[in-house]
């Protein structure tokens, strides 16, 4: 594991102090990890949900009916072969 020195104000490291007491931290590690796994969360769902923005914008809604999803993994197989034979030569 990597460590990561910080300097922090008086202020700012008493109210880690306060937050790790009133939130069970075990110490300042703990602490600024959960702050970190917080901000990747929001991070991944920021992309996700600009990214279902994107598909919503991308154009007319297809139905996903058996025969489109048939279709789809029929389309998948086909490119994966093709990359396959790509690779090989």
């Not at 104000?9 to 590690?29: C, R, T």
């Not at 969360?41 to 996700?48: D, I, K, S, T, Y």
């Not at 007319?60 to 994966?80: G, I, Q, S, Y």
């Amino acid at each position: 594991m990597a460590t990561v020195t910080i300097s922090l104000p008086d202020s700012l490291k008493a109210f880690v102090e306060s937050q790790m007491a009133s939130k069970g931290y075990g110490n300042v590690s703990e602490y600024f990890r959960g702050l970190i796994r917080d901000a990747q969360v929001r991070e991944n769902e920021a992309r996700l949900e600009a990214l279902l923005l994107e598909g919503l914008a991308s154009g007319d809604a297809v139905e996903a009916t058996p025969a489109f999803w048939n279709d789809l993994r029929k389309e998948a197989a086909e490119l994966l072969a093709t990359r396959g034979k790509k690779k090989s030569l």
